[in-house]
């Protein structure tokens, strides 16, 4: 997702200041959506986000900036911001408790982008077909397809 060098300089730029502990978290989302109505394709889009936020800890103050400029300059840039805000130390400390999670391992058969939308309709309209197939009274069917993947790097 982003090479191990650029990581942990944008880490190094976090604590370049004196904080005391700096992160940054990665996120690639991409999904794809299709709606068909009545037996007509009504909707069928797909989209792409990826960013990054940087989080900077320097006593009982947090800093966070968030970027979509994944270059070097782009990470060092909101690492910097970061780092600032946590400098201030302003007053006001919450505590917050969390529970530890542990995602369970999945095993993809098909990753959803290995399957054209031309296939993803197809299955929509098997499902109208289907749906049509249960009765005469069934004069209109909506069905929808949608699916993402989302890819995560958090170090610190």
Do not use: C, W
């Not at 910097?80 to 302003?90: D, I, N, P, T």
């Not at 391992?105 to 982008?113: D, I, R, S, W």
Request: aromatic residues 4%; charged residues 25%.
């Amino acid at each position: 997702m982003l090479d191990r060098g650029l990581v942990e300089a944008t880490i190094a730029a976090g604590l370049s200041k004196g904080a005391d502990f700096a992160e940054v978290f990665v996120e690639d989302r991409s999904n794809v959506s299709a709606v068909l109505d009545d037996g007509r394709v009504e909707e069928l889009t797909s989209g792409r986000d990826r960013g990054a936020g940087i989080r900077v800890i320097a006593g009982d103050t947090t800093g966070y900036a968030h970027t979509a400029d994944l270059s070097p300059e782009g990470l060092r840039a909101a690492a910097v911001a970061a780092a600032a805000v946590a400098q201030e130390r302003s007053s006001g400390v919450k505590a917050v408790a969390m529970k530890p999670s542990a995602p369970g391992a999945t095993v993809v058969a098909t990753y959803p982008e290995a399957v054209s939308k031309a296939d993803k309709v197809a299955l929509l309209r098997s499902a109208d077909g289907a749906a049509r197939a249960v009765s005469n009274s069934i004069t209109q069917v909506s069905a929808r397809y949608s699916d993402g993947r989302r890819r995560i790097l958090v170090a610190n």
